[in-house]
């Protein structure tokens, strides 16, 4: 009977202890109030600092969201959300027992309440210290708000793929407001919080159908709707906007994204910042030259199965003011300016002709263009061709080559040079994907992505350096401080006369002066061109590019099909008129600069095909040299001209 006693006294101190302790976290909640209207959103900014992703911060009142899109996220986040007080114990027993059987925590039973104050203040991290952190602000916030708060709350912050806040979410996918939502809309976007990269229909709509599955059945299961309504709701063919009203842009979701894989990419930034969000990004963006770029593709580029990736780049940090991964996100999110590698075509000659120049080539250099096979070892036997057929049958300059893009010149060039040399080559303008020493690769056989390819022009752009395409100037957070900044560190890799002579050379390639035999490969833009750019086309069965620069700007551009299905020549044509629009509206307001010629490199006037010195004022065009190795009047050209083995 004592022990009773004395069990029933020590039961009662305990009580009153927790209740007193109780009493003082509770007033000392009470006094110290947290902030729950907090939008935790990625705000990009373009290069003149203004918001681009143009997310409304208005804060949505609870009965102004709709009842489908309330009941779809209580069904499946948390069906006992009015029951508790922001603990469910029942769930968290279950938990417990899991993760003390695993040894570690593998299965959470968080609450809409603990899910919301995870998601203002803390960490994604699975681990005690973050768990207790996350049960003290869950009572800080049981404490303070009403439970009508609290999911008003968690409705307009929890992340949507990228997208923060319901009517943000609501106006994105289904441009509505979010009292406007369907059951099938509804219980689309409340499957997406649980795994926002998953989830989200823009993303894998594959998954996010699965995952709306599984909202229906528990909205079923809690008796917010019937098995019929839920059936209907599944069967609904939903249609995704996939932008702001504000932004009418098809193709700008693009940039963004890829702001986003890379801001994921930033060491500098800890993890549990980027979960958490409330970051300005402030970017390259110029929206004039996207938006200009996304008109003219739209305008040139009639067929509905060919698709387009583009980039525009500032060449002397690597900023990448426009990037196109397709003709509209809302159809396809894979990006093919970053994610997508194909064949090249010519546009690899330039820097299969700057290791020439290196190499003892100079601007003269001539082969004769003529059907020819190869012979190697063990009788194997290379035939290149050139297109439609078409040799001069005689000696043309490396300029001419260059113009019409000769591939017989350019494989003669590769073999004398060596099959490795060009790998070599590419590997310092940093081209780094997988490529086989082949005669071929000087046509441009390797695959290699649109940004890879965009980054190694820059270099020929900046006079040698090498630099890497970035699209984020700086990451702040939402009080200002600087988490990151992108530092422009250049690696001087090639010798700046010899880029200065290749730059001048890619002018031939819309000169009427080169029409012979052959016409140059952008003789159709010339009128166009009111300013001068270094400028190289590239065709393969199934891909056309166009790479062109000046001392500001690069603009890339390819064109083809997703899958391996043979593209007509015709199809590349748009390309050169895309690209020839594109750039000269972005010289109306960014007034073009040409490069100053080095000191050691001299003009001589000569017949192009030949690349002989000439007195003939209608054709003459002038060639740049290193001071020493220009020809002459009285010059035999003929030692200058290195030779090959060849078998026809």
């Known amino acids: 009977m004592k022990l ?24 000392y909640v009470k ?10 959103s990625y705000y990009i900014y373009d290069k003149d600092n203004k918001l681009v992703n143009s997310m409304s911060d208005e804060w949505i009142k609870l009965d102004s969201i709709s009842d489908n899109l309330i009941n779809a996220t209580l069904a499946i986040e948390d069906k006992n959300f009015y029951k508790h007080h922001g603990f469910d114990y029942l769930r968290i027993m279950k938990s417990m027992y899991t993760n003390l059987t695993n040894k570690k925590i593998v299965e959470g039973a968080s609450t809409i309440t603990q899910q919301y104050a995870k998601n203002l203040f803390l960490d994604f991290n699975k681990t005690w210290k973050r768990k207790i952190k996350e049960a003290w602000f869950t009572f800080k916030l049981e404490t303070n708000y009403s439970k009508d708060e609290i999911l008003e709350g968690y409705l307009n912050t929890i992340n949507y793929g990228n997208i923060y806040g319901i009517e943000n979410a609501s106006h994105y996918y289904f441009n509505k407001s979010s009292k406007n939502l369907t059951i099938a809309e509804a219980s689309m976007l409340a499957g997406i919080p649980n795994s926002p990269n998953n989830y989200s229909p823009l993303i894998n709509e594959t998954k996010a159908k699965q995952r709306q599955k599984v909202v229906l059945d528990a909205m079923v299961k ?16 939903l249609t995704y906007y996939g932008h702001f009203e504000t932004n009418n842009s098809k193709t700008l979701e693009y940039y963004q994204n890829a702001v986003m894989t890379e801001l994921n990419d930033i060491k500098e930034i800890p993890k549990s910042i980027l979960d958490t969000g409330g970051l300005k990004i402030y970017t390259y963006l110029d929206i004039d030259a996207q938006t200009n770029l996304e008109n003219n593709i739209n305008k040139y580029i009639t067929n509905d199965d060919i698709e387009v990736s583009s980039i525009m780049m500032e060449p002397n940090n690597g900023g990448i003011i426009a990037l196109i991964g397709g003709k509209n996100y809302q159809k396809s999110q894979y990006n093919r300016a970053t994610q997508a590698k194909r064949q090249v075509g010519s546009t690899i000659k330039p820097f299969l002709y700057y290791s020439a120049l290196e190499n003892g080539f100079t601007a003269s250099t001539t082969f004769t263009s003529e059907k020819t096979t190869f012979l190697f070892d063990n ?83 900046n006079l040698g350096y090498k630099v890497k395409g970035h699209l984020i100037k700086k990451v702040e957070d939402m009080n200002g401080n600087t988490l990151y900044e992108y530092k422009n560190t250049k690696e001087k890799i090639l010798n700046s006369s010899i880029v200065y002579i290749l730059n001048e050379l890619l002018t031939s390639t819309y000169n009427y002066n080169f029409i012979d035999y052959n016409y140059p490969t952008c003789y159709d833009i010339t009128q166009k061109l009111t300013n001068k750019y270094s400028i190289k086309t590239g065709t393969t069965d199934n891909d056309h590019l166009i790479f062109g620069y000046n001392k500001d700007i690069v603009l890339s551009l390819w064109s083809g099909y997703d899958k391996d299905k043979t593209s007509e020549v015709s199809d590349g044509k748009p390309l050169r008129q895309i690209w020839a629009d594109t750039i000269e509206e972005y010289h109306k307001t960014n007034k073009p600069k040409w490069y100053k010629i080095p000191d050691n490199v001299v003009g001589v006037l000569v017949d192009p095909i030949t690349g002989k010195p000439t007195t003939d004022n209608k054709k003459a065009t002038m060639f740049y040299y290193i001071k020493g190795t220009e020809p002459g009047y009285d010059d035999n050209l003929d030692t200058l001209i290195p030779t090959v083995k060849e078998n026809d």
């Open 4 to 27: 009773i006693k004395k069990l029933l006294v020590i039961f009662t101190i305990l009580i009153l202890l927790l209740t007193i302790i109780y009493l003082i976290l509770y007033l």
């Open 31 to 40: 006094k110290n109030p947290i902030d729950i209207k907090i939008n935790n």
């Open 222 to 237: 809690n008796k917010y709707i019937t098995k019929t309504e839920a059936n209907n709701a599944y069967n609904t063919k």
């Open 379 to 461: 009788n194997k036997t290379y035939s290149p061709k050139n297109y439609n057929d078409n040799y001069g049958n005689k000696e043309i300059s490396m300029a001419t080559a260059l113009a019409y893009s000769d591939n017989i010149y350019a494989v003669k060039t590769h073999l004398f040079l060596g099959e490795k040399n060009l790998i070599d080559m590419l590997r310092r303008v940093g081209i780094n994907e997988k490529l086989k020493a082949n005669p071929s690769l000087a046509l441009g056989s390797g695959e290699i992505s649109l940004l890879s390819m965009t980054n190694a022009y820059s270099s020929l752009a």
